[in-house]
């Protein structure tokens, strides 16, 4: 065995153990920060097995929106209170997770070795979708009606998180300096890369999903640290979310018009195209996952607010 190969299974190794810590720690900050750690050995795994558009937006989710929930684990919210089946159903769910990976890894022994023609195919039309990455090739003109409803459940999330939560986000009035001025250095910093691997896409690795998930870091470390009108809340984060779908669904009307199939792309402007629908993509992506972090903390503060008016009122009640 050589020395990569024993890198790989190390690696294999800590990522088992570092995601068994974040679903079983019983404290909200060690959970976080080891699924932190679970995110940036997940993105070299995906580098080692040639798959870098993966390994890209497993680094912007692993980095950036886990990162942004260690510093949020870190701040003032308050948990509820941990309830009498919280060690039950953790167990049940690390069980439940062994099983699936045992039923995956059958699926996969199974799979046929020899490579589908598919990718052959795909290369050899590279040139007439515009673009000369196969990755956004795949997901923007092969099959774009698929990409399409990833977007749809995406914004329908948005929605459904956004009705639990009865719009209770609010921005962050107050904040220390340090870390206002952190915000202020990292913000524009995960903007830029979050262009760069938007325009990048067309040609290397990169897209809309990896630009939207940087994206959405820079809009919850903004919020976290109190930078003025970077928390997306309400009918208007919700409309920008929602541009994404209109966006595509434009696309496929004009598609119809112009070459007779429903998202059709001709040549000759399909790279304009994906490069302007992945641009409109990346900030309804941003939008939507940032929306969604938000949402579901105001969900949980709300609970923590009401576990310990509860608490107050049965100590109130208790006799003396």
Known sequence: MSGLDILDVVTVGAVVVTALVAVLAPKRAAGTTAFLVFGILLAVLWGRVDAPDVAIAEAALGGGIAGALLVDA???RTPAPAGSGDGRRALLG??????????LVIVVRQLPRVPAPLAADAFAQLDRTGVSNPVTAVLLNYRSLDTLLEIAVLVTA????GAVARERVRPVREAEPVRRALALVLVPVLLVLALWILVAGSRQPGGAFQAGALGAAALVIAHLCGIPYST????????????????FVLLGAFGLAATGTWLGLDP?????????????????IAVALAGIFLAAGAVDVERGEVSATRVASAREGAPR
Do not use: K, T, Y
């Open 74 to 76: 870190l701040e003032r």
């Open 94 to 103: 690390v069980a439940l997770g062994g099983a699936s990976a045992v039923a």
């Open 158 to 161: 948005v929605i459904a998180v």
């Open 232 to 247: 997306p809340r309400g009918r208007g984060a919700l409309a920008v979310a929602g541009g994404g779908v209109l966006a």
């Open 268 to 284: 000759s402007w399909a790279g304009a195209a994906i490069l302007a629908i992945e641009a409109v993509l990346s900030v309804s």
